[in-house]
């Protein structure tokens, strides 16, 4: 089963702008994590956030953690067409890690 | 170096068929983990192994489902009397080791049973 939602469910923008998506979870947590999927290049694991951290980046990523209400958001700036691709958060990590349902972004240039 | 490789990218097996999808993970990663992808779905646990123990198990959908990794690197997933609700994109990860987090995922096999 999934751990949580994420909304939108699709996005799509125009390059040059930003893109933020949401990701909301079920049981507490240690971590969460954000990856990507693309054809070319499979699932990649983008950034990871500590549940003791509010806000992290990396590069043109800005993700926002909300322990207590279960949430997370990550900010994609300055879009380009190559992040055209679905977005997953995740949690877990010790033995396994639950992803939630992705969020389709497709940048247009 | 290497990142996770999974084969066959693709396998069209027909409904009742024995398949083996196989993974190797990148190299003196102790941790793989398996995960089934429905189309339009986020992956979902199957099963996960260190070193060449099975740890967990409880997302494995059915006893038609069956991993191994005998000799702690290389894992083969198989699936017998595949059914049509079985079709799915297959990913491997794999983790260096106990206490980091991010894993790495292979391109996965695509099974199509008709």
């Known amino acids: 089963s999934q751990q949580g939602e994420e909304d939108p469910q699709a996005l799509s923008i125009q390059e040059g702008e930003n893109a933020t998506m949401n990701c909301s979870y079920k049981?507490?947590?240690?971590?969460l994590q954000w990856y990507r999927q693309n054809s070319g290049r499979g699932l990649v694991h983008l950034i990871l956030i500590r549940s003791n951290e509010r806000e992290k980046h990396s590069g043109r990523l800005r993700v926002t953690l909300d322990t207590s209400k279960k949430s997370s958001s990550l900010l994609i700036t300055a879009s380009r067409a190559a992040d055209t691709a679905s977005y997953f958060c995740a949690t877990g990590g010790g033995s396994r890690l639950t992803f939630g349902e992705g969020t389709q972004l497709t940048v247009n240039p | 170096g290497a990142g996770v490789s999974q084969s066959p990218r693709y396998k069209v097996a027909k409904r009742g068929q024995d398949v083996a999808l196989r993974c190797d993970p990148i190299?003196?990663?102790?941790?793989l983990f398996w995960y089934q992808q429905a189309l339009g779905q986020g992956p979902e646990f199957l099963t996960y192994f260190q070193n060449e123990a099975q740890l967990d198990k409880s997302g494995l959908p059915s006893d038609r489902f069956f991993a191994e990794r005998p000799e702690g690197s290389v894992s083969t997933l198989k699936i017998q009397r595949t059914q049509q609700e079985d079709s799915a994109v297959y990913l491997c990860?794999?983790?260096?080791?106990?206490?980091?987090?991010?894993?790495?995922f292979g391109p996965g096999t695509r099974l199509t049973v008709t």
């Open positions: 049981t507490s947590i240690n971590n």
């Open positions: 190299s003196g990663h102790v941790s």
């Open positions: 990860a794999s983790r260096s080791r106990q206490g980091l987090y991010e894993q790495y």
